[in-house]
């Protein structure tokens, strides 16, 4: 089957809100950010980071309770920080649910040793993960009384605030301005990120049951409201990204040159349903969505169930490029589309399943037959297991009406139709569930029985690698004009990547080193080949890690011979021997000097014998 990959911006393929998760974090950045706002050296920024991720990994937080729904690690390392600076006595947690965040918030005070009293509030007590010894909850609404019952009663150093409301959210933070400019404390909200922000809210402000992620949060509205940030600000600071997509080719229609087998345009067309807020309920409707991607224009419609336009608007295409990159499967004559992968064997495969199934019908028959009867009436019999029929007419006759059909060569041709596929297909049969006979069989004799499948995953690669490269293309170009990318190349060197597969079948790395051991003593090979052979990515930085540790030993090697220089042993195989190779009582314990006078008395003779005679020389 033909793949299409669409490289899209923020629009994607439906033009409303989706809410925007960062999946990955810009560490420098980060450390950046936190010095500049805890007024701490870069060194003990990163110190403190290695500390805390090395405890949250040990208690495996990311598998227990994910990284989404509740605090990502960012977020619990920032207020391990909060927590390690202000060492709270009291703290009080708004919006508890299950108590995931609450659990990795006690964890944190547990492991800087502090023990303040935790103050949760919810609507609801659903609490699953911290335990009533370890909080004292209270099932309350604070919307009328947020001053009274946690600011004057618990004044808390820390409140962590995890509610959605939008009359609850915009009670505290007012609220809790004025009462922090005489009590110093902190306020760590949740949820009001960029990528959770709608300019457009649908649901009311007095129907908080229905907010989500996927209606938008009042959080970022409430402090916008609060400090007068307009919304036209908020709305800019949105971030902008390229996202890359797999777009099934049902919905994608390219038009190509027939002269130069260039795509000169393509339209997608994508359905879906959207949901629109009638009162306290959602109703969905069904939308029609379509691109026309053009190299100077992006056109993008939204259609209703009657063919009504929803929502237009026309893009510029700065890059002068479609943003939409064919993966071929294989080229086919006469056809700018390529041949799909299943293609040969849809036609038998119909063929096959209908066998089976009129195969599946006789056998269905033969567990429950129809039974005749002659010269009796059926009401007289009892049909059933262990059934026994008697006083019947003399001429009277049952018996199964039995089937004419040859069960056998059915079975034989639905097994040929199979070889068929495997023929067509060149997928060998060991491939898709035959007995396999695993023994020492070598990488060889397994690469020649997978063949024809080896075959096709080579093409497959071949095609892909050039889409590949076309993506990356389109990749560095939108780089360069948003201008996150910054190069002084210019094409094709500017463009020029290498796509690298892993081997296809297992091998013996054994035997693979053993190989390669003989090519280099031969000099048929260098290292930097032989560290490719062995699947190595990076054999540059490799090879530099490999002669820095070779430098190391000689250097280190250096240092002990200097250290600790070798004994010098006579060699003179005269009458005079010369003089001692170590001084008189040399050593610092009797053991050593008692070495040291054995190598003097010892002579040096290389393939002659020993005598007595020297040996008194010597002494």
Known sequence: ????????????????????????????????????????????????????????????????????????????????????????????????????????????????????????????????????????????DLTADFEVDVLENKSPEIIFLDAHPYQLLNT??????????????ILAIHDCSRGLYRKKMDVPKDNPSIISSYTGLWERHVLAEVFQVPDEKLDDEIPQFPKLRILDPRYVFPQYNDRTGEMEFCVIIVPYQDFELHGNTFELSDRIHREIHTKDKIYV?????????VDEKILDNPIGKILVIHGLYQPKAGSLFGSGIVEDIIGPQKLLDEKISNTSEILDYHAAPITIIYGAKARQLEKGANKIWSGLPANAKVENLSSEGNIPASQEFVKEIKTWMHELSNIPEDALGADKKIS????????????????????????????????NELIIDIGIETGRVNSSLKAPHLYASDITF??????????????????????????????????????????????????????????????????????????????????????KTPRERKATKTVNTNPAVHGEQVTNDNKLKKG
């Open 172 to 185: 505290i933070i007012r609220e809790y301005i004025i009462w922090s400019s005489t009590y110093p404390s």
């Open 1 to 140: 089957m033909n793949k299409f990959t669409g490289l899209l911006a923020r629009f994607g393929f439906r033009n409303q809100y989706l809410p925007h998760i960062t999946s990955m974090v810009d560490l420098p950045g980060f450390f950046i950010e936190i010095q500049n706002f805890f007024n701490f050296p870069l060194e003990k920024v990163e110190l403190e980071y290695k500390t805390y991720k090395d405890y949250s990994d040990r208690m495996d937080y990311a598998k227990k309770f994910s990284e989404q729904k509740t605090l990502c690690f960012e977020e619990a390392f920032l207020f391990y920080l909060v927590a390690k600076i202000n060492s709270p006595k009291n703290f009080c947690e708004i919006g508890t649910q299950y108590g995931k965040s609450t659990r990795r918030i006690i964890d944190i005070f547990k492991f800087l040793n502090q023990a303040p009293v935790c103050f949760c509030y919810d609507i609801v007590k659903e609490i699953r993960y911290v335990s009533d010894d370890e909080v004292r909850f209270n099932q309350h």
């Open 440 to 471: 020492n069989t070598s990488a060889v004799a397994l690469s020649i029985s997978y063949e024809p499948l080896i075959e096709i995953a080579e093409d497959i690669r071949y095609y892909f690698a050039k889409g590949i490269k076309e993506i």
């Open 502 to 587: 892993g081997s296809l079948l297992p091998r013996d790395r054994a035997m693979d080193l053993a190989d390669i051991a003989t090519e280099l003593n031969l000099g048929l090979e260098t290292k930097e080949g032989a560290l490719q052979r062995l699947g190595v990515k990076d054999t540059k930085s490799k090879m530099e890690e490999i002669d820095n540790e070779e430098e190391e030993d000689k250097k280190r090697a250096m240092e002990l011979a200097m250290k600790y220089p070798p004994p010098m042993i006579p060699t003179d195989n005269g009458p005079d021997d010369g003089p001692d190779a170590f001084g008189k009582n040399t050593g």
């Open 301 to 309: 419609q939204d259609f209703d169930n009657d063919n009504n336009i």
